[in-house]
């Protein structure tokens, strides 16, 4: 695999960018570290403990021995049953904000868990205004160190405003005890920056041309998610073994993607298309024998449908796939229509038909844009091909971290997953290669292309 230069900016410079979160340590036996870090960071000997029943078998023990033996004590707990698997609703989080509300202040609120976890106490504490700490038990998301949480509120998969932990404690022998697919799924969300790293040389080539959902580079927030991140990979793949140094590195570059969210306010550094996929699958509760599949396992098959796209539509070096034959741009009116069927009966239906209304490109747009775009093809088509690892060497890096590559393995069929690139592009006005295949008209023959192809989602 190519590497990437320069070096990462390391975990120093990135927690100084966050500007919210002070410290963070991973590694073996790092609890220790937890009563002084309480002490100094948050000037508290109280903590209100959440977890569920799982992570605290996993964790808890040994944090709450830790805390006792160091004078700290917990003034509370709240422990989610083990199963079904945790979901993040908001409800979740009025009953969080209810119990440790009533524990009396002051105190620190601890997540001692995974992504779902995290991501309520996160906006528990932020709406009590209480700086809370992050005890991750697994390296399953790049969610641990942003200053958003994701919760379905309104029938919606929302990231919700909300601050990072202040500090960051994963041991990594906790980390290597949590299920495979937890370590999996948190590689998948890493790798997903390779497509999330395309969409946005994309979207700050079509600023150009006065896009809307353009974005410019912000070269520092691009440094802390790319910079190494093909060697993260790399080093990380053995994660699902257990391999506590493969565990390190990826919760690591996880949360230094974390980072680059907090410094730069948004989440376009790690997100593109393949978030786009997912929040699809999580709107509609994508499941497998009840348990939803996890956020890194949808966005790694989104991944793979993303690069498969991008290779489509990057093929030609004159120029992108044509239009289909009769190919006519829709109104206003036929898009608004286009959105309501797909996603007719749906909570996040009224949204959706803003947002889709908010990014549509006129005739006129879309022409300026599909025009400056083929004037520039051979520079953008070489950044974008640069960007990206081949589908086969993607997939095949997928596949040594045990991560699903077909879509049965996420319980959907290929021709869904396909399908999804329509919906998927209508629910956020950020500029991704979906918008710019497009603008381009060649939306539709790129979905034939990988229908048609032998490799791609097989
Ligand atoms: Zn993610």
Known sequence: MKSKLPESPGLTECLEASGGTRALRAGN???REIPALLRAEYGSERVFLVADENTLKAAGG???RGLSGAGISVAGRYIFPGEPRLHADYD???TLRQKIGTAGAPLVPVAVGAGTVNDLVKLAASELNLPYLCVPTAASVDGFTSYGSAILKDGYKQTMACEAPRCVVADTTVLSRAPAYLASSGFADLAGKVCAGADWIIADTVADFGAKGSERIEPKAWAMVQHGLNDFLTRSAAAAEGDEEALRVLFEALSMTGFSMQYLRSSRPVSGAEHLFAHIWEMENLSIDGNPVTHGHK??????AAVAFMEIVFAD???PPPPPSGFRRPSPEERAAGVLAAFAGSPALEGVLKTSAEKFHDEKSAARISEGIRDCWKELRGKVLEQ???YAEFKALFEKARCPVRPAEINLSRAAVIACARRAQMIRNRYIVLDLAW?????ETALAR???SESYLR
């Open 439 to 443: 603008d381009l008209g060649c939306f």
């Open 29 to 31: 036996g790092v609890y």
């Open 317 to 319: 070096p004159s120029g």
């Open 62 to 64: 040994e944090f709450e």
């Open 92 to 94: 979740h989080v009025k």
């Open 388 to 390: 990206i690892i081949p």
């Open 299 to 304: 966005v790694g098959i989104g991944s793979l």
């Open 450 to 452: 990988m229908e048609e």
